[in-house]
């Protein structure tokens, strides 16, 4: 019998692995591969990462006049370090988190876009493997609108918590979304007090709801869930576009022979009774509609706190080695 992960690539979902950990990503041999600050910091503390930091921190030396600049450039480079060792092992594309600090700077996300795609081409990586990864806040979305139309740069928009930013992302023309499971379970968990099975999991419904919307009005911007807590939230969304998966949880799928039917389908989605909406160009529509959406409002904020605290942390650390070395 095949395994459950295999079985869950056979309903169409392309496997993508949530790790900085190159070294466990290989095993699960997924498609793609998505990174975060937590993920990298996390990553950066192991010994087997050493040489990467090194290197990152003699580039930060060289491409910064102020310590603070030299920090910046350290991490750049360490964040497209990380995504140049994860490309030598997977067929597809790698994402690369925009700093946290920018989810409410339009201009300062896309220029740090920019950035991270020209330090990828001065090391012979082409654009079309990398998805730059950015906020779903009003003005990360209108910057993935930019980096899509005016750039032909592939965004994926993480902390996506409500089909209100799943909307302006599709309409964004985003390649790709990162709609958040297991983090809409723990608010619901923490403001109910009761615990939810895999088929009443509100961060189930809420990717549902969004593949839903998109395969119902002809979106081709990619639904791939994440922030999964365990196997029964994974194969309740069998047949979604991608989902981005932990290593301690692929594993679990590889060692496991449990049927993982279809639950998601494309043609279902179609016939459903679905209003359309619209936010790109509606500012205030998408502030108000977001607003009414109590669990997303906080985890979205927290979201872009933890990201960006990690973000620091990590700089601490480089910041130290700079001086040192």
């Known amino acids: 019998m095949s395994s459950s992960l295999d079985q869950l690539k056979a309903t169409g979902t392309t496997v993508v692995c949530d790790s900085g950990d190159f070294a ?31 290197a990152a921190v003699e580039y930060g030396k060289a491409h910064g006049k102020t310590p603070d600049e030299k ?64 906020a779903s806040t009003w003005e990360g979305i209108q910057a993935a609108h930019i980096l899509q139309s005016e750039h032909g740069i592939n965004c994926n928009l993480t902390l996506m918590f409500s089909l209100v930013q799943a909307i ?64 029964g939230e994974i194969t309740e969304l069998a047949g979604c576009d991608y989902l981005t998966i932990a290593p301690n949880l692929l594993e679990q799928l590889f060692n496991s022979t449990e049927p993982v039917p279809k639950k998601l389908d494309a043609s279902a989605s179609i016939a459903k009774d679905i209003p359309k909406q619209s936010y790109l160009s509606d500012e205030a529509l998408f502030r108000f509609d977001f607003n009414e959406q109590v669990m997303a409002v906080e985890k979205l904020r927290e979201g872009i706190s933890k990201f960006a605290a990690d973000a620091v942390t990590l700089k601490g650390i480089l910041k130290e080695k700079i001086e040192k070395a």
């Open 24 to 54: 466990t990503i290989a095993k699960y041999k997924p498609q793609d591969a998505t990174t975060n600050p937590s993920l990298i910091l996390a990553a950066s503390k192991k010994p087997e990462y050493a040489k990467l930091i090194d």
């Open 168 to 231: 302006a992302g599709a309409e964004a023309g985003a390649f790709l979304i990162s709609p958040f499971v297991g983090r809409i379970l723990d608010w619901y968990k923490a403001s109910t007090k009761k615990e939810y099975s895999a088929q009443e999991d509100p961060g189930v419904k809420s990717v549902q709801s969004i593949f839903d919307y998109y395969k119902k009005y002809g979106y081709k911007t990619i639904v791939m869930g994440a922030s999964f807590r365990s196997i």
């Open 71 to 134: 920090v910046d450039a350290t991490l750049d480079r360490l964040l497209v370090a990380f995504g140049e060792e994860i490309l030598k092992i997977i067929p597809g594309k790698v994402s690369t988190e925009v700093d946290a600090r920018f989810s409410f700077d339009t201009k300062a996300s896309v220029a740090k876009a920019l950035h991270i795609i020209e330090l990828y081409k001065s090391i012979g990586i082409d654009k079309s493997r990398i998805l730059i990864k950015i």
